[in-house]
C-alpha cells in the first residue's frame, strides 16, 4: 500500500538556521505530494504541494522538490523564525481516479528558538 | 467563504453515551472525510464521502458512523464512546482540483473520553 515516512523529531533549531525536514513515500500509483502545517492549537494547513516529478512546490519561504528517482519530498527552509514551530506532516494522495485518501507521516515537531 | 468548520471545539463525554461531531464546508467540494489524530499516529482516516448519499470506511472506522445528505455537511456519530476514542477530530474536504485532489481542513474537534 501507500506509505509516507519522514523524520523523527523534534527539530530545535536556532533562529535563522538551515531547516531540513526528511519524507519519503511508496506509492501504488502516480501520487501528489504535499506538506501541510500544523501550528499549536490549531488544525492542518496546506504549506506547499507539488503534482508531477521534477515540479517545485514553495510557500513562506520553505520549499520542496518531487523526487521521482529518490521517491522523496524533502521540506526546506533557509531561514527559520519563531513563528515557525509548528508540526509538520508529509501526504501523499495517488492523482486521478476516484480515490481521494491523503496518506500521512507522523509528523514532525520542529521548534524554534530565540 | 468560511471554508470547513467543525463543532463543537471541544467536548467531554462519559464513556458509553453518544454525541454527533458536525461538520460543513461551503466550497461546493464533493468529497469529504472525517480523520482522527493521535500523538505518534499521524493523521488517520476514520470515514470519507465522495459525494451526496455515498460513504465508506476508512482506516479506522470501527465505533463510527456518518451519512451525507447534503453537499454541505459530513457528521461523524459516536454511537457509544470508549476511551479509545479520545483524540482530536479533523474533518477534510477536498474538489478534483484538476485531478489534484488538494485537501481542506477544518479545526477540528477536541474530544475526551471519561
Redesign the interface.
Given at each position: 500500500g501507500d506509505s509516507v515516512t519522514q523524520m523523527e523529531g523534534p527539530v530545535t533549531l536556532s533562529e535563522e538556521a538551515f531547516l531540513t525536514i526528511n519524507c519519503t513515500y511508496t506509492a501504488t500509483g502516480y501520487p501528489?505530494l504535499?506538506w501541510?502545517v500544523q501550528y499549536p492549537g490549531?488544525?492542518?494547513?496546506?504549506l506547499l504541494?507539488a503534482?508531477k516529478a521534477d515540479d517545485k512546490g514553495s510557500n513562506k519561504g520553505f520549499e520542496a522538490t518531487y523526487r521521482k528517482e529518490t521517491t522523496s519530498f524533502h521540506l526546506e527552509k533557509g531561514s527559520v523564525q519563531v513563528s515557525d514551530s509548528a508540526v509538520y506532516?508529509c501526504a501523499l494522495?495517488i492523482?486521478?481516479g476516484?480515490n481521494?485518501?491523503?496518506t500521512?507521516?507522523?509528523?514532525t515537531l520542529l521548534t524554534v528558538n530565540p | 467563504n468560511a471554508g470547513v468548520t467543525q463543532t463543537p471545539k471541544f467536548q467531554v463525554l462519559k464513556t458509553g453515551q453518544s454525541m454527533t461531531l458536525q461538520c460543513a464546508q461551503d466550497m461546493n467540494h464533493e468529497y469529504m472525510s472525517w480523520y482522527r489524530q493521535d500523538p505518534g499516529m499521524g493523521l488517520r482516516l476514520i470515514h470519507y464521502s465522495v459525494g451526496a448519499g455515498i460513504t465508506d470506511q476508512g482506516e479506522v472506522p470501527n465505533g463510527y458512523n456518518v451519512s451525507r445528505s447534503t453537499t454541505e455537511d459530513f457528521p461523524l456519530r459516536l454511537l457509544s464512546a470508549a476511551p479509545s476514542q479520545t483524540s482530536v477530530y479533523f474533518c477534510a474536504s477536498s474538489s478534483p482540483d484538476r485531478g489534484h485532489k488538494t485537501q481542506y481542513f477544518g479545526p477540528g474537534t477536541r474530544l475526551l473520553v471519561l
Open positions: 501528489s504535499f501541510y490549531e488544525g492542518l494547513q496546506l504541494k503534482t506532516f494522495i492523482s486521478g476516484s481521494y485518501k491523503l500521512f507521516g507522523k509528523g | -
